[in-house]
């Protein structure tokens, strides 16, 4: 699954030869793919996780490609195209060659009422938006985004999907995928979609607080998908800054964290450091998706990946799963239960 050769979007003149061969880079399912173990998520480019600076947003997307990174994740959600149009502004001076790119298309607006549509349409629309904010011909993955929104799976699987495997012949995108929350939702997807899927991303599911991704990676690796891992902070939890206001989270596994973050502030320690690097250790995805908007940041991630963590750290993390995240909780059916009730509220 690994290798310690060279890529393929590996680009002379453009790319860190050095920091390149350091990076491992792992087969992406059945694709022609291969990505590397960190992949950079778009979430964070847009003022959805707080403030925004988009010219060290750029230099940071810049810095994570000439390392390695090579799979970028963004989607027409994070900040109602914003996240996709800092990744056009900084991938014009960025060879094609050197980089594979993923976005979404379900997923919308921040009112409910607009938030969500899987239809055929608007799915051609979406696709075709993304392409014109990125400035790109295609993307290297299209995938269904948070499809247990939907008011059932077959507008998913009867309308969305094929109209990306139509986009797909077309040449806009090149392979399909599916994310969500619920993991029971996306083992019915794959099991329903009967091989018509590329990839599975799943978040917020392989952290200090959830670890349920375990149990499903077998069936999913069976389907030949390829699984991206994500959310490793647990959408900002999982940070000695804490998640934004709008976290689904209940106030027990907010006040958890929050736990957490002070014992770790206390010994000079970022707790989203220590999240990255328990985050890597399950084997089986192809790749860690995380968001991240700065250079510090960047450099923080990529050293609890190559370094690990020192005697201390190591100790704060071990007290911290002894102590504070000693049971697997997360916030399944928060958001579903908060978007059908205001649906309902305006029927």
Partial sequence: MTSSDLPATFTKGFHDE????????????A?????????????????????????????????????????????????????EEVLGKALKTVPRSAYYLATKVGRYEKTYDKMFDYSAKKTRESVEKSLKLLGLDYVDVIQIHDIEFAKDLDIVLNECLPELEKL????????????????????ECVERANGRLDVVLSYARNTLLDDSLKSYLEFFQKQNLAIVCAAGHAVGLLTNRGAQPWHPAGDEIKQLCQKAANICKESNIELGKLAMYHFMQLDGPATYLVGMQTRHLLDM?????????NKKEQEVLQLLKDTVFTKSLNWEGNELECYWAAMNKKK
């Fill in 18 to 29: 050095e920091a390149c061969r350091k990076m491992e880079y792992r087969q992406f399912g």
């Fill in 31 to 83: 694709t022609d793919m291969k990505v590397s173990k960190v992949a950079l998520g778009g979430g964070t480019l847009s003022t959805l996780f707080g403030e925004f600076d988009e010219a060290e947003a750029i230099a940071t997307i810049h810095k994570a490609l000439k390392v390695g990174i090579n799979y970028i994740d963004t989607a027409p959600y994070y900040g109602q195209g914003r996240s």
């Fill in 168 to 187: 797909v012949k077309e040449g806009k995108a090149r392979y399909i995928g599916v994310s969500g929350y619920p993991l029971k939702v996306l083992k």
């Fill in 301 to 309: 991630n990529l050293s609890a990946h190559y370094s690990g963590l």
